[in-house]
């Protein structure tokens, strides 16, 4: 069974920086299995939205465009993704959530993630 375990949420203030980590288990993505790794965050009332990507083997990411130039997401091993998020604004106060997709081309929405982890909440103080 795939389990997707994010960590390193938490409260920070306005112009601040956190790191998400997040670690798959149940399976080892690779050649054979190319799962794409992405981060989504939802906030109360409204749809989870799409963060960032990053494709298998992680040479290829795609952002959201209000978090371009602020988040960073890498992919340092098959089965762990990160995401850098720095100048942070309260609005980005989110449950963020990691998720992992079969196709990369259909990263970007909630239809295409197969395995979603339970989300880590970040909060950011103006």
């Known amino acids: 069974q795939v389990q997707l375990v994010e960590s390193g949420g938490g409260l920070v203030q306005a112009g601040g920086s956190l790191r998400l980590s997040c670690a798959a288990s149940?399976?080892?993505?690779?050649?054979?299995?190319?799962?794409?790794l992405a981060w989504f965050r939802q906030t109360p009332g409204k749809e989870r939205e799409f963060v960032a990507g990053?494709?298998?083997?992680?040479?290829?990411t795609k952002y959201a465009e209000s978090m371009k130039g602020r988040f960073t997401i890498s992919r340092d091993n098959a089965n762990t993704v990160d995401l850098q998020m720095n100048r942070l604004k309260p609005e980005d106060s989110a449950v963020y959530y990691c998720g992992a997709a079969p196709r990369f081309d259909r990263l970007q929405t909630p239809t295409g993630i197969n395995y979603w982890g339970k989300g880590t909440l970040v909060t950011v103080s103006s």
């Open positions: 149940g399976v080892t993505f690779g050649i054979s299995v190319p799962y794409a």
């Open positions: 990053i494709n298998w083997p992680g040479r290829t």
